[in-house]
């Protein structure tokens, strides 16, 4: 069956970073493309980003944009989010996704991986 496991979340001060890893199985994952959605405390859920199978081009959220950077290793099987200067506001728990070919749509997702940026 298709797993996605987040890991890599934890306590950060504000400015610092942190390393999301998504590890994947159960389907060809450089087949897909994938998305990082969050969900921070009593909201609902924000895509944060993307990356594309095959060109690998990338898309951020505004709110994001300059401080994440996605990527995918496909020999690994892995899906990673970089998250530089965090900020309160990014205070969330953190899913990976696959990306429903051709519809676009959120397909699997992960158990999540909380983010907390705390002074």
């Known amino acids: 069956e298709v797993q996605l496991v987040e890991s890599g979340g934890g306590l950060v001060q504000p400015g610092g970073s942190l390393r999301l890893s998504c590890a994947a199985s159960?389907?060809?994952?450089?087949?897909?493309?994938m998305s990082w959605v969050r969900q921070a405390p009593g909201k609902g859920l924000e895509w944060v980003s993307h990356v594309l199978r095959g060109s690998d081009a990338t898309t951020y959220a505004d709110s994001v944009k300059g401080r994440f950077t996605i990527s995918k290793d496909n020999a690994k099987n892995t899906l990673y989010l970089q998250m530089n200067s965090l900020k309160f506001e990014d205070t969330a728990v953190y899913f990976c996704?696959?990306?429903?070919?051709?519809?676009?749509?959120?397909?699997?997702w992960g158990q999540g991986t909380q983010v907390t940026v705390s002074s």
């Open positions: 159960g389907f060809t994952f450089s087949s897909y493309s």
């Open positions: 996704t696959t990306i429903i070919p051709y519809s676009g749509g959120f397909g699997s």
